[in-house]
């Protein structure tokens, strides 16, 4: 059971928008950054969001992070078939000695 | 660059060791930790510990009581020990650079950018 809540999956077509949010709580997202990693079959994730909201140079501005609350969310526009992978978020955790908490990841699927 | 290493089969209440081999960068500095997350097959992320250049090294909770973290600088290797493994242990297992990102006021945790391909490992009889 992960600490972060993300929808198990979701989906696009070529050229729509797709926003996939993370859910967390007062002692992670609500007083620490939210990141982003992108994962494909097979790979290592890769950083995709940094800082709520800042994107690593690389990563086109297709790619939008926000944060409110104790919530979090990623926004891809222009969906393109490439994008097609599992996305996780994270934060820092706060308590006892802290730790780095992430979401189960979400599935995208371009259609 | 990141590499790592180890048995890919560990027999049940046996140790996981596992080598991280570092390139391009040095143990002693400041503005990174090194540490190690895994993925259990067809699952999410966890995070498991890390290494920091004064020698702190944090800990997973609900690994803690089983894990050792350290590092060998000369070789540029970092290292995890884990005992007492079950098939919950089974997973890729990465190690990857986090950065520490300083205000003028604090540092925070921030963000991994650099990992390594990962190493499986399975914990079975």
């Known amino acids: 059971q992960s600490v972060l809540t993300q929808p198990p999956s979701a989906s696009g077509t070529p050229g729509q928008g797709v926003f996939i949010s993370c859910s967390g709580s007062s002692s992670n997202i609500g007083s620490h950054y939210v990141f982003w990693y992108r994962q494909f079959p097979g790979a290592a994730p890769q950083l995709l969001i940094f800082?709520?909201?800042q994107r690593p140079s690389g990563v086109p501005n297709r790619f939008s992070g926000s944060k409110s609350g104790t919530s979090a969310s990623l926004t891809i526009s222009g969906l393109r078939s490439e994008d097609e992978a599992v996305y996780f978020c994270?934060?820092?955790?706060?308590?006892?000695?802290?730790?780095?908490?992430f979401g189960g990841g979400t599935q995208l699927t371009v259609l | 660059q990141l590499q790592e290493s180890g048995p890919g089969l560990v027999r049940p209440s046996g140790t996981l060791s596992l080598t991280c081999s570092v390139s391009g960068a040095s143990f002693s500095s400041s503005r990174y930790y090194w540490g190690w997350i895994r993925q259990p097959p067809g699952k999410g992320l966890e995070w498991i510990g890390s290494?920091?250049?004064?020698?702190?090294?944090s800990y997973n909770p609900s690994l803690k009581s089983r894990l050792t973290i350290s590092v060998d600088p000369p070789k540029n290797e970092l290292s995890l020990q884990l005992d007492s493994v079950t098939a919950s242990d089974t997973a890729v297992y990465y190690c990857?650079?986090?950065?520490?990102?300083?205000?003028?006021?604090?540092?925070?945790?921030?963000?991994?950018?650099?990992w390594g391909k990962g190493t499986t490992v399975t914990v079975s009889s």
């Open positions: 990857a650079r986090e950065n520490n990102y300083c205000t003028s006021t604090s540092c925070l945790r921030d963000y991994m950018d650099v």
């Open positions: 800082r709520n909201n």
């Open positions: 290494f920091f250049h004064d020698g702190t090294i």
């Open positions: 994270a934060a820092w955790d706060g308590r006892v000695d802290g730790l780095w908490v």
